[in-house]
């Protein structure tokens, strides 16, 4: 009985997935005078709390963790803090989030 209970449960699971479409837009922003344009993705199958992605630009010369100090600065590491990127990305994302999130 226990196997049947899984196995109807995995089945049921499956067929919500097919039922769900992820929802892909472009999504405008303004970071001060400068008109940018991210990327948000999600599934639509909720309208609950669920994961999505947000895709924002990127800044020249930054690589992973631009802004921890601690990553240090050498960027052919693959991880690196870049000052000028940590101080200017801030408010962008802040304007970003806020036209993703509706806040």
């Given at each position: 009985?226990?196997?049947?209970l899984t196995l109807l449960t995995a089945m049921?699971?499956?067929?919500t997935s097919l039922t769900a479409a992820v ?8 970071a001060g005078d400068v008109l940018c344009e ?66």
């Amino acid at each position: 009985m226990k196997r049947l209970l899984t196995l109807l449960t995995a089945m049921l699971g499956t067929l919500t997935s097919l039922t769900a479409a992820v929802v892909e837009r472009p999504l405008e922003y303004k970071a001060g005078d400068v008109l940018c344009e991210g990327w948000h993705a999600y599934d639509d199958a909720t309208t609950s709390r669920r994961p999505g992605v947000l895709i924002i630009h990127q800044w020249t010369g930054a690589v992973h963790s631009f802004t921890h100090k601690a990553a240090g600065n050498d960027n052919s590491k693959g991880a690196a803090y870049n000052a000028e990127a940590d101080r200017d990305s801030w408010f962008p994302m802040e304007q970003f989030l806020k036209a993703a999130l509706g806040r």
